[in-house]
């Protein structure tokens, strides 16, 4: 493939770059804590379970030691069996502890995540499409299960370990300077250099794993793409090139893996270096100080012991680094979702927008989905409520534009749109949603049953009225002719149905929904007749006594429309019905005359 064009070659990276904020981590641990239930109950249960466990494993070599000093030399024999009860009560009651703080530990982490991740799904469902057209799914989905998961590491023992590591740290290091504050002042002379290091490779840390992420966000947005698409992919045969572009990703994914394991590697064995460097010190200068007779042997070696306690809260911190600048890089990439402002949702004072009754009006309506290559210009148009349009023109003049400005899916830059006289831009969008019902050509069903998918019109619909809809859509008698019914389960995207069958389901659950206004985006496919006959039928029961908005691509659907809109490169061209445009002899008759150059059976629009 090299030199040559590589298709989607740079499509399917994660399209929000957020600059790291700075004190994320203060900020990243204040709201994990925030997350956690009963937060300060929750701290000081875990805590002093922590201690007690540090004084049952401090009690077990005591009694040893107690055995073997006394109890051996004094052959007390009646004493053993206590010693014995006690060892075992000890470790008994160790194990349920350990046990208990894991398990709570690991449970509220969980409740955390679990909260976090339903934050994050229901303010997705409050953006706008816009950012929809820039995300991609398998980025989405990756930020929110792995890096949600990435997070519940801050909720675990070994964080709160820090704590106790902190406590243990000041208390030996005041300890020591109380006995020798010479030594050491010695001794932490490295900490600064530690704490320079754990800086400066906390830094790189979050971003190698930031990388890591994002990659695995690509990896995830190929699968995503590719198992949705296989029925693409193997007809093309394609597999191979498929692999190969799998195989780019995956490599990206683990060179950028190496590199985070390759710092971290670095990262302990360096913290290691330095508490050494820290040793050698305390010796040379303690053994010189003993030489000029300042110190004694005793103190030098009860030194090395102390440093001893010292290290293992250090070493522990630095792996906590770890855990920290990887939650730290999830964290930044789950707040960048959060923090995207939805472009369209509800003004402070917006209204309950009433049944409509009169019209819809578009005036002077400019819009741009990149904000520069215009779509619609000055767009004017006015539909009646009742009534049938029609939208009609060439591909990409701008049909369906209309009715996802009309469903506030997008807002025109300039101009407005006007239901009864009502800016769309001032009421609530579940009140102007909730009026409309669309059936487009790309069906969207759900994996779930034939119930599920009808009912999703009408949460709380009776089975009855689930029935009555499938009837009136021409869907009742073959769905009953399943073995299971309406209980059939249609597969991922219906892909179990024909394109008529999920059609009639889609007419279902719009009829379920008995909107005020009906958006039907026309499908292109052929259908046989009879199917088409009966879609047809249902189509039309569909429209009745409600305002309708039909993106006709086949004329002979729209000769009854009350009006038909022609637009051309997203402004009105001629309108008027279809005797009045085929007198008119303009661009509709030009269309209508390629459709039916002799009332033959040409279905597919000449553009
Ligand atoms: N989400 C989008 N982002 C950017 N551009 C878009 C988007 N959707 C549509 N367009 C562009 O807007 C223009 C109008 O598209 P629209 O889908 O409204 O046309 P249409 O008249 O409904 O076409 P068709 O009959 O082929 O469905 C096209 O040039 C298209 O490329």
């Known amino acids: 493939m090299s030199g040559g064009h590589i298709p989607f070659s740079h ?6 770059h957020a600059i790291p904020s700075k004190g994320s981590i203060w900020l990243m641990l204040k709201q994990m804590f925030n997350r956690v239930p009963s937060k300060w109950k929750f701290c ?6 922590m201690l007690f466990i540090s004084l049952l494993e401090f009690s077990i070599p005591q009694l040893t030691q107690f055995t073997i000093d006394k109890i051996i030399p004094e052959k007390r024999y009646d004493s053993l069996i206590w010693i014995g009860a006690g060892i075992l009560c000890a470790a008994i009651l160790l194990a349920i502890l350990n046990y208990f703080n894991s398990y709570i530990v690991s449970k509220v982490g969980q409740k955390a995540i679990m909260d976090i991740r339903n934050s994050m799904y229901e303010h997705i469902q409050t953006l706008d499409m816009k950012f929809f057209d820039k995300n991609r799914t398998g980025d989405l989905m990756s930020r929110l299960t792995n890096d949600v998961n990435l ?4 909720i675990s023992s070994s964080m709160l370990q820090v704590l106790t590591d902190t406590v243990t740290f000041i208390a030996v290091a005041v300890y020591m300077l109380f006995i020798n504050w010479k030594l050491t002042i010695v001794l932490l002379i490295t900490f600064p250099f530690m704490f320079y290091i754990t800086r400066a490779f906390g830094k790189r840390i979050r971003m190698s794993f930031r990388s890591v992420q994002s990659s695995a966000g690509d990896v995830s947005n190929q699968l995503q793409d590719s198992i949705s698409g296989m029925r693409l992919i193997q007809s093309f045969t394609n597999e191979e090139f498929e692999s190969r572009r799998f195989a780019e990703r995956n490599q990206e994914n683990m060179t950028a893996n190496l590199k985070s394991v390759r710092l971290r590697s670095m990262f302990g064995p360096i913290i290691d270096l330095l508490n050494n460097i820290g040793l050698v010190a305390v010796i040379v200068f303690g053994a010189w100080q003993v030489m000029e007779g300042e110190f004694t042997i005793g103190l030098i070696v009860a030194f090395l012991a102390y440093l001893r306690l010292l290290q293992s809260p250090v070493r522990n911190f630095s792996r906590v680094i770890s855990i920290v600048q990887q939650s730290a890089a999830a964290f930044e990439r789950i707040t960048e979702i959060l923090e995207t402002q939805p472009e369209i949702s509800d003004k402070g004072n917006a209204i309950e927008l009433p049944a409509i009754k009169k019209k819809i009006e578009f005036k002077s309506v400019d819009f741009a989905y990149d904000g520069t290559v215009p779509v619609l210009g000055n767009l004017n148009l006015t539909m009646k409520a009742g009534q049938v349009t029609a939208l009609v023109g060439s591909s990409g003049a701008g049909k369906s534009t209309i009715t996802s400005l009309l469903i506030r899916f997008y807002d025109p830059q300039n ?10 831009k001032d009421v609530s969008l579940k009140s102007l949603r909730g009026q409309m019902g669309i059936v487009s050509q790309d069906i969207i069903l759900f994996n779930g049953s034939i119930r599920d998918n009808i009912v999703y019109g009408k949460l709380n619909a009776t089975d009855d009225e689930i029935i009555e809809s499938a009837k009136a859509a021409n869907a009742h008698d073959f769905i009953s002719a399943f073995p299971d019914g309406y209980d059939s ?11 008529g069958q999920k059609q009639r389901i889609a007419i279902a659950r719009a009829l379920l929904k008995n909107p005020q206004i009906i958006i039907l985006d026309e ?16 189509l039309s029961r569909l429209m009745k006594k409600r305002t309708s908005i039909v993106i006709a691509h086949r004329l002979s659907t729209i000769h009854d429309a009350d009006q038909i809109i022609v637009l051309e490169k997203g402004q009105v061209l001629e309108k008027g019905t279809h005797d009045q445009l085929m007198q008119n002899n303009g661009r509709y008759k030009q269309l209508h005359d390629l459709q039916f150059p002799q009332v033959s059976d040409i279905k597919y629009l000449a553009t």
Not at 44 to 49: A, D, K, T
Not at 415 to 424: C, E, L, P, R
């Open 11 to 16: 499509k399917g990276r994660s399209a929000i």
């Open 44 to 49: 000081s249960l875990v805590l002093c379970i």
């Open 151 to 154: 997070l519940q590491q801050l």
């Open 415 to 424: 101009g407005t749109i006007k239901m009864d006289g009502h800016n769309i």
């Open 489 to 499: 389960q249609i597969g991922e995207r219906g892909v179990k149905l024909s394109g």
């Open 523 to 538: 499908a292109t496919a052929a259908l046989d007749t009879e199917s088409e006959h009966l879609i047809q039928q249902a």
